[in-house]
């Protein structure tokens, strides 16, 4: 007999991928809803937020640390993400300087230190011809894995913080930010990046309630 949490997953492979994106949908707005109820201050998600990206990029730190190879990892991608922390370093610097400037500069740091490693250490094991946009059937190691599932952990909570941030304010939180596109750009692309990760969160979860190590998914290079 088959455990509740394996029937459920049984039950979702064989649903066509309309359904399944139907679902996840339903999914987000119940934990936004939940979310919204448990947490008075929405500026915790966003501690929250970059706590669990941090607690990501540790498991990355361990992995190249004890395991020596950087092989399944993308150099491009750590090396966007530290121009992305080292601009919203400096606007925290100056606009905040409190625990989002710690937990920002820890993060940079642990980032920094991973592209050094992959550049110099490791660079025997840096996996060049996959590094890009291609769409290949790879295996992801475990503490990858569990690196890019707190990214998407992370995206989500962000993502959370400013759509009930602009609820709440019933959409003045736009304006406050400045006229023109790019407010509405910022909370888009808050949604769009929590998209692109939900994928990948689905065979994550799907790995670990399956009890596997490692994670099969149809991508590149993480």
Same mark, same amino acid.
């Given at each position: 007999?088959?455990?509740? /949490?394996?029937?459920?997953?049984?039950?979702?492979?064989?649903?066509?991928?309309?359904?399944?994106?139907?679902?996840?949908?339903?999914?987000?707005?119940?934990?936004?809803?939940?979310?919204?109820?448990?947490?008075?201050?929405?500026?915790?998600?966003?501690?929250? /937020?970059?706590?669990?990206?941090?607690?990501?990029?540790?498991?990355?730190?361990?992995? &190249?640390?004890?395991?020596?190879?950087?092989?399944?990892?993308?150099?491009?991608?750590?090396?966007?993400?530290?121009?992305?922390?080292?601009?919203?370093?400096?606007?925290?610097?100056?606009?905040?300087?409190?625990?989002?400037?710690?937990?920002?500069?820890?993060?940079?740091?642990?980032?920094?230190?991973?592209?050094?490693?992959?550049?110099?250490?490791?660079?025997?094991?840096?996996?060049?011809?996959?590094?890009?946009?291609?769409?290949?059937?790879?295996?992801?190691?475990?503490?990858?894995?569990?690196?890019?599932?707190?990214?998407?952990?992370?995206?989500?909570?962000?993502?959370?913080?400013?759509?009930?941030?602009?609820?709440?304010?019933?959409?003045?939180?736009?304006?406050? &930010?400045?006229?023109g596109m790019w407010p509405s750009l910022v909370l888009l692309s808050e949604i769009v990046q929590s998209f692109i990760l939900a994928d990948f969160s689905y065979y994550y979860v799907q790995s670990v309630v399956g009890g596997?190590?490692?994670?099969?998914?149809?991508?590149?290079?993480?």
């Amino acid at each position: 007999m088959k455990r509740p /949490a394996q029937a459920i997953q049984s039950w979702l492979r064989r649903q066509p991928h309309k359904i399944k994106v139907f679902l996840a949908l339903v999914s987000a707005t119940a934990a936004l809803v939940v979310i919204r109820m448990v947490v008075y201050d929405h500026d915790n998600l966003f501690i929250a /937020a970059e706590g669990v990206h941090a607690l990501g990029i540790s498991f990355l730190v361990y992995k &190249l640390a004890t395991e020596k190879t950087c092989a399944g990892l993308s150099l491009k991608s750590q090396e966007l993400t530290a121009i992305f922390l080292s601009a919203r370093l400096y606007c925290s610097y100056v606009m905040e300087y409190d625990v989002h400037t710690l937990l920002d500069l820890a993060t940079l740091t642990a980032t920094v230190w991973v592209i050094y490693m992959m550049r110099l250490n490791l660079n025997s094991s840096y996996m060049h011809k996959k590094d890009n946009i291609s769409v290949l059937y790879v295996i992801v190691e475990p503490f990858t894995a569990h690196y890019v599932f707190a990214l998407g952990v992370a995206r989500f909570l962000s993502c959370a913080h400013w759509i009930l941030q602009v609820l709440d304010t019933r959409g003045r939180l736009l304006t406050a &930010l400045g006229y023109g596109m790019w407010p509405s750009l910022v909370l888009l692309s808050e949604i769009v990046q929590s998209f692109i990760l939900a994928d990948f969160s689905y065979y994550y979860v799907q790995s670990v309630v399956g009890g596997r190590l490692v994670l099969r998914l149809p991508s590149g290079v993480v």
